[in-house]
């Protein structure tokens, strides 16, 4: 059996370190280009893994982990997420989630993509001040990757319930579901700009081959940011609306 890769939550911070690691919450470092790195979650037997999980204020972070299976473990203790405190380095679980969450626009509540019974997933609202939870628009399918719309009215995800992963817009007020994208392809990682206006996420054309879109809610219309035979995918808005930031090879 091959060892297990684990992967670790980085901060990046442009700056630079004044003091020694003692104190700060997280150990410290300075890449060459002059951006701290904060090594904020690790463990020698869990991957760590996150997505658009920082709170309003940016004082906390909701995260993940996950045991990889085998024939020893149970699928209650494989899985876990809680909110890290960025100041303090304190951790706090999140009862009933077990996989990554955002936050809504003020801060009350998560969205997440939490594990049934069955091994599928729904996308389900978490009170942090009741610590009540609703499963919104189940389906046998799997949805994942749940994230707010910027007033705080919808939730954009992605499900396999038509087949290929598509991206779906749900309205919290109208209980109604609109499904965004269709075709072949996948389509991920969505996230809303700053304005509500487009939409973000990665498609995957083939294998080795993932481009960037953006999807203008009002009229439909979808744009290529990128077009190359490589992995290009992630996208994250800067917080003016008018740059993102992406991965690629």
Same mark, same amino acid.
Request: aromatic fraction near 10%; glycine fraction near 6%.
């Given at each position: 059996?091959?060892?297990?890769?684990?992967?670790?939550?980085?901060?990046?911070?442009?700056?630079?370190?004044?003091?020694?690691?003692?104190?700060?919450?997280?150990?410290? %470092?300075?890449?060459?280009?002059?951006?701290?790195?904060?090594?904020?979650?690790?463990?020698?037997?869990?991957?760590?893994?996150?997505?658009?999980?920082?709170?309003?204020?940016?004082?906390?972070? %909701?995260?993940?982990?996950?045991?990889?299976?085998?024939?020893?473990?149970?699928?209650?203790?494989?899985?876990?997420?809680?909110?890290?405190?960025?100041?303090?380095?304190?951790?706090?679980?999140?009862?009933?989630?077990?996989?990554?969450?955002?936050?809504?626009?003020?801060?009350?509540?998560?969205?997440?993509? %939490?594990?049934?019974?069955?091994?599928?997933?729904?996308?389900?609202?978490?009170?942090?001040?009741?610590?009540?939870?609703?499963?919104?628009?189940?389906?046998?399918?799997?949805?994942?990757?749940?994230?707010?719309?910027?007033?705080?009215?919808?939730?954009?995800?992605?499900?396999?319930?038509?087949?290929?992963?598509?991206?779906?817009?749900?309205?919290?007020?109208?209980?109604?579901?609109?499904?965004?994208?269709?075709?072949?392809?996948?389509?991920?990682?969505?996230?809303?700009?700053?304005?509500?206006?487009?939409?973000?996420?990665?498609?995957?054309?083939?294998?080795?081959?993932?481009?960037?879109?953006?999807?203008?809610?009002?009229?439909?219309?979808?744009?290529?940011?990128?077009?190359?035979?490589?992995?290009?995918?992630?996208?994250?808005?800067?917080?003016?609306?008018?740059?993102?930031?992406?991965?690629?090879?």
């Amino acid at each position: 059996m091959s060892a297990p890769v684990i992967a670790s939550l980085l901060l990046v911070t442009a700056g630079t370190i004044n003091g020694s690691n003692s104190d700060f919450a997280f150990p410290r %470092a300075t890449d060459p280009g002059g951006c701290i790195i904060e090594l904020v979650a690790s463990s020698e037997d869990r991957n760590h893994h996150q997505f658009d999980g920082f709170s309003p204020d940016g004082r906390l972070f %909701a995260a993940g982990w996950y045991i990889p299976s085998d024939e020893s473990a149970s699928r209650v203790n494989e899985r876990m997420a809680y909110l890290l405190n960025l100041e303090t380095g304190e951790r706090t679980d999140i009862p009933f989630l077990d996989n990554v969450a955002s936050f809504s626009p003020d801060g009350s509540q998560l969205v997440s993509a %939490a594990y049934q019974e069955d091994g599928r997933t729904d996308i389900v609202l978490y009170s942090l001040a009741t610590r009540e939870i609703e499963v919104l628009a189940p389906h046998a399918n799997w949805d994942f990757l749940p994230s707010f719309s910027p007033d705080g009215r919808q939730i954009i995800f992605h499900s396999s319930r038509a087949g290929n992963p598509d991206l779906y817009l749900y309205d919290l007020e109208s209980r109604g579901l609109t499904q965004l994208t269709t075709g072949d392809n996948w389509e991920t990682h969505a996230q809303f700009s700053p304005d509500g206006a487009f939409v973000s996420y990665n498609e995957r054309v083939s294998e080795t081959d993932y481009d960037v879109r953006l999807l203008e809610l009002a009229t439909g219309e979808t744009i290529a940011l990128t077009d190359e035979p490589s992995e290009d995918s992630y996208p994250s808005w800067h917080p003016d609306g008018q740059h993102l930031v992406f991965t690629s090879n």
